[in-house]
């Protein structure tokens, strides 16, 4: 089928929310992903953070195929042993006191804002300005921008902005009106902003002294991404509700939030389809391939190289671990370039966003490499 066809099915037959790129996807495997036409390419940005052990792992596979000939779905009303062996799992690594299982990262922040008004009383977000918290009207009061918010005014009220990598505007706008504060401890929709390294420890000093909730929206630097299992473990802290999603699931749909605060009372939360026995399996099994395998290492390691291969070439990279942004002049036409070249990037405005696999190699890197100095990115 061409390319020409399937935008005009797209057209005439779906919701026009996509800036799609002009690429038709059928299929992947490990770090690679086909298009229609069969063509071959680099998979450098994982489904934004997703495909953390790349396309159809045999495990994820087998995982998929053994629990959904047993038992894919109950509801809530009775216990399912899966969503309760992930919860233990999550609390164990992440070391925060409970879990609850959401269907992804929007429902997580939805969550955590609940919980953040129920255990405190209080009514008072204070989000980080460029923040990217999910588009369900609770998560977009708490995401920032015009293009995202303003046909949907108005939002839920008493949610409020301050500059990122900012500990004293933060200080000032705290209240006693205020539940939580909600960071992200990189900015991934934003292009990839890294704070100062002493930052996140300095909001969870404030947020502590000040007696507020710190939740974490580690939904895009979560399960290895940024070369630490959870981007906090960098800088030693501990967050009161931590947001997960987009890795958890390595593709399939999954959010969680963890917390060490109180807790809801039965019947205030809920969902039908949250923590479905096939997608809490799926996602244990994310979770101990990652750990078996040392993918985080290998984040680490990879992200490292890359970042020095792209400073070298003197490009304007950041990043942590396999988290990178390159500063170009056009975000959509360097990607457009890219995929020339066979390697699949995103954007956000004027960078590049390179989030691959967790399970990259060196030969993908310097494939990848090969493609920015063809282009001359
Ligand atoms: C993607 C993302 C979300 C929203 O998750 P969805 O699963 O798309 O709803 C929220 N916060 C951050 C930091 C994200 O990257």
Redesign the pocket.
């Known amino acids: 089928m061409d390319l020409k066809k399937i935008e005009r099915i797209e057209e005439k037959y779906y919701a026009n929310t996509f800036s799609r790129l002009p690429v038709a996807i059928t299929h992947g495997k490990g770090m690679y992903l086909y298009d229609v036409n069969n063509k071959k390419y680099l998979d450098m940005f994982a489904g ?2 997703v495909n953390s052990l790349g396309h159809c792992h045999p495990e994820v596979v087998k995982t998929i195929r053994e629990q959904s000939k047993i038992l894919m779905h109950t509801s809530n009303w009775f216990y399912t042993l899966p969503q309760l062996e992930l919860a233990q799992l999550l609390v164990k690594i992440t070391g925060l006191k409970k879990a609850f299982i959401t269907n ?6 939805e969550t955590a804002i609940k919980l953040a008004r129920k255990t405190t009383g209080k009514r008072e977000i204070i989000a980080m300005k460029n923040a ?5 009207l609770g ?1 977009l009061s708490l995401t920032w921008g015009e293009k995202y918010r303003k046909p949907f005014l108005p939002l839920v009220p008493k949610m409020k902005f301050v500059e990122y990598n900012d500990v004293d505007a933060l200080e000032k706008s705290i209240t006693d009106k205020t539940a939580a504060v909600i960071v ?1 401890p990189i ?3 934003a292009g990839v902003i890294i704070p100062d390294n002493n930052y996140l420890k300095e909001v969870r000093r404030l947020t502590e002294e000040r007696e507020v909730l710190l939740i974490l ?5 979560g399960f290895g991404r940024t070369g630490k299992l959870f981007a906090f473990q960098h800088s030693g802290i501990k967050p009161d509700i931590l ?1 997960l ?2 890795g958890l699931g390595g593709g399939f ?1 999954i ?1 969680a939030i963890l917390f060490s605060c109180k807790d809801f009372e039965a019947g205030e939360h809920g969902g039908t389809f949250i923590g479905n026995p096939l997608a809490c399996a799926v996602a244990k099994t994310v979770i101990q391939v990652i750990m078996e395998k040392k993918l985080v290492k290998n984040s680490e390691k990879l992200g490292s190289y890359l970042l020095k291969e792209l400073r070298e070439r003197n490009l304007n990279a950041r990043g942590e671990g396999l988290m990178i942004g390159i500063d170009v002049k056009d975000g959509r036409k360097s990607v457009l370039d890219l995929i020339r070249k066979g390697i699949l990037t995103i954007y956000s405005e004027n960078t590049v966003r390179v989030l691959p696999p967790l399970i990259i190699e060196k030969k993908h890197a310097d494939q990848f490499l090969g493609a920015v100095d063809s282009v001359g990115l």
């Open positions: 934004i953070a992804d990262g929007t429902e997580a922040v990217f918290h999910g588009r369900t998560a992200e900015q991934g929709e929206d580690e939904i895009q630097t947001c999603a987009k749909p959010g």
